[in-house]
């Protein structure tokens, strides 16, 4: 069975890291074209948050662009997201999901930035 | 950045009604276009993928049209398990964007 399964979330303070983890069964990550984050705040819409390509290209939403890293660990089959100087507008469930036309999510991981 | 401008923002329909909700890409996207449906305390579901492909498992009266900028989400009669929030998703250009969201209520 196809899955992704997320992990890493929790409460952290204005400023402080998180690393969220997206491990993945069913397929290796290493052969799909792409993987991505996307995250919802409370009560709001899908924000897509970051990719990452099969040659290793990133690419970010302005709202996250050097603060958050995304990258894949081919032998874990694993895709993590690296979130520092985190603010209270990252808070959000944060999902990963495969392939361009994000065909398969996980079923999420929420974050909570609060002092 | 690509803005997807998705339309209503909620609507109001009984079931058997016949749902179309539109999403407007400020620039074409060629056939990079995918629904979503989510329901609450969910994860989204794609329905749609390159406009009009059927994902598997999803009922035929979900369909998608449309070219270039302007792209619809059709259900044709409505289903008590359809009453939901729908997204639209362009994947041409970096940064993937969004529409809104609809939220397809009970009339």
């Known amino acids: 069975e196809v899955q992704l399964v997320e992990s890493g979330g929790g409460l952290i303070q204005p400023g402080g890291s998180l690393r969220l983890s997206c491990a993945a069964s069913?397929?290796?990550?290493?052969?799909?074209?792409?993987m991505s984050w996307v995250r919802q705040a409370p009560g709001k819409g899908l924000e897509w948050v970051s990719g990452?390509?099969?040659?290793?290209?990133?690419y970010y939403a302005n709202s996250v662009k050097g603060r958050f890293t995304i990258f894949r660990d081919n032998s874990e089959n694993t895709v993590f997201l690296q979130m520092n100087s985190l603010r209270v507008e990252d808070t959000a469930v944060y999902y990963c999901?495969?392939?361009?036309?994000?065909?398969?999510w996980g079923q999420g991981t929420t974050v909570t930035v609060s002092s | 950045d690509i803005q997807m401008t998705q339309s209503p923002s909620s609507l109001s329909a009984s079931v058997g009604d016949r749902v179309i909700i539109t999403c407007r890409a400020s620039?074409?996207?060629?056939?990079?276009l995918a629904w979503f449906q989510q329901k609450p305390g969910k994860a989204p579901r794609r329905l749609i993928y390159?406009?009009?492909s059927l994902q598997s498992g999803v009922p035929s009266r979900f369909s998608g049209s449309g070219s270039g900028t302007e792209f619809t989400l059709t259900i044709s009669s409505l289903q008590p398990e359809d009453f939901a929030t729908y997204y639209c998703l362009q994947h041409n250009s970096h940064p993937r964007t969004f529409g809104q969201g609809t939220k397809v209520e009970i009339k």
């Open positions: 620039q074409g996207i060629k056939n990079d």
């Open positions: 990452v390509d099969s040659g290793g290209g990133t």
């Open positions: 390159a406009i009009s």
């Open positions: 069913g397929f290796t990550v290493v052969n799909r074209d792409f």
């Open positions: 999901a495969r392939d361009y036309a994000l065909d398969v």
